[in-house]
């Protein structure tokens, strides 16, 4: 298994900021995104006209890989228009991963809007994932949605799948997210995906209170170890994506240490036998 980082821990860092810690960390690549405050990413000039032949080969250079090209596209709305819209914006996304080699893009289930139901939003949600999917696998890039929201179980993520039935579809797993919002044991949803599961992301969590907040990794009590462990176990080859989410906490730790302090804990922790952590 490889390790990168989100860009959502470093929300206002250029590029260039960005692969300066990727480098100095031991990072094998990271996971865009926000850059310089935006989530539009084909929006920056460096990745636009005659720059993006540059940011390349800087990313070639420093032998650093875009494991992931993550978007703000959610399909739970009712409005048809509305989804059609974010089937768009992924469209633009895929094209900027085609050209980094970035295997998938990240999408969103995610939430049952009010006045809709579960059924419904679920289809609309597979309606929408399928439809960018046929429409971006010509470019060699795959529409993978993450555990999230409403949907943040591995039962209802696969319903998703299934329902969606397109090849090129996959999963993004946030073992916290099915923790927190889909109340599922992380080491017992490891397996269910089916061969779906294509990226991961790990972020440490301590109780405070009714609450799960995120801490630097190791300092707090969800299962980390355990997850590697698993994932091993279950010959899970892609990346371990740190997800710290200074965008949406800005209270958090700031990037200079927290992702230095993630690829710390990966090199000195091995995965473990046995995954036999219950957490209540």
């Known amino acids: 298994m490889r390790i990168c980082f989100s860009t959502l821990a470093c929300p206002t860092w250029t590029l260039s900021q960005a692969v300066e810690i990727a480098v100095s960390s031991g990072y094998d690549g990271f996971e865009l995104r926000f850059l310089e405050g935006e989530d539009s990413l084909w929006k920056l000039p460096v990745f636009r006209g005659s720059a993006l032949p540059a940011t390349k080969r800087m990313l070639t250079d420093h032998g650093l890989l875009i494991a992931c090209v993550g978007t703000s596209c959610c399909f739970h709305w009712p409005d048809a228009k509305e989804r059609q819209a974010w089937v768009e914006e992924g469209k633009r996304m895929a094209e900027l991963a085609a050209v980094l080699q970035a295997p998938g893009i990240r999408v969103f289930g995610d939430k049952i809007q009010p006045g809709a139901d579960r059924t419904s939003t679920r289809h609309w949600i597979a309606e929408g994932i399928r439809?960018?999917?046929?429409?971006?696998?010509?470019?060699?890039?795959?529409?993978?949605?993450?555990?999230?929201?409403?949907?943040?179980?591995?039962?209802?993520?696969?319903?998703?799948?299934?329902?969606?039935?397109?090849?090129?579809?996959?999963?993004?797993?946030?073992?916290?997210?099915?923790?927190?919002?889909?109340?599922?044991?992380?080491?017992?949803?490891?397996?269910?995906?089916?061969?779906?599961?294509?990226?991961?992301?790990?972020?440490?969590?301590?109780?405070?209170?009714?609450?799960?907040?995120?801490?630097?990794?190791?300092?707090?009590?969800?299962?980390?170890?355990?997850?590697?462990?698993?994932?091993?176990?279950?010959?899970?080859?892609?990346?371990?994506?740190?997800?710290?989410?200074?965008?949406?906490?800005?209270?958090?730790?700031?990037?200079?240490?927290?992702?230095?302090?993630?690829?710390?804990?990966?090199?000195?922790?091995?995965?473990?036998?046995?995954?036999?952590?219950?957490?209540?």
């Open 131 to 280: 439809r960018l999917a046929e429409k971006v696998q010509e470019k060699g890039v795959q529409t993978w949605i993450e555990t999230h929201g409403d949907f943040a179980s591995s039962s209802e993520t696969m319903k998703i799948i299934k329902e969606a039935e397109f090849p090129g579809i996959g999963v993004v797993w946030d073992p916290a997210n099915g923790f927190t919002d889909g109340k599922e044991q992380p080491c017992e949803a490891a397996g269910l995906f089916e061969g779906f599961l294509r990226h991961v992301h790990l972020r440490d969590l301590e109780p405070r209170g009714d609450e799960w907040e995120p801490v630097l990794t190791g300092k707090g009590k969800f299962p980390l170890r355990e997850i590697v462990a698993k994932l091993a176990m279950l010959r899970y080859h892609g990346f371990l994506s740190f997800e710290w989410e200074k965008k949406w906490r800005p209270e958090l730790a700031d990037p200079e240490v927290a992702i230095p302090h993630f690829a710390q804990w990966f090199r000195q922790n091995r995965p473990i036998d046995g995954c036999d952590a219950n957490f209540d």
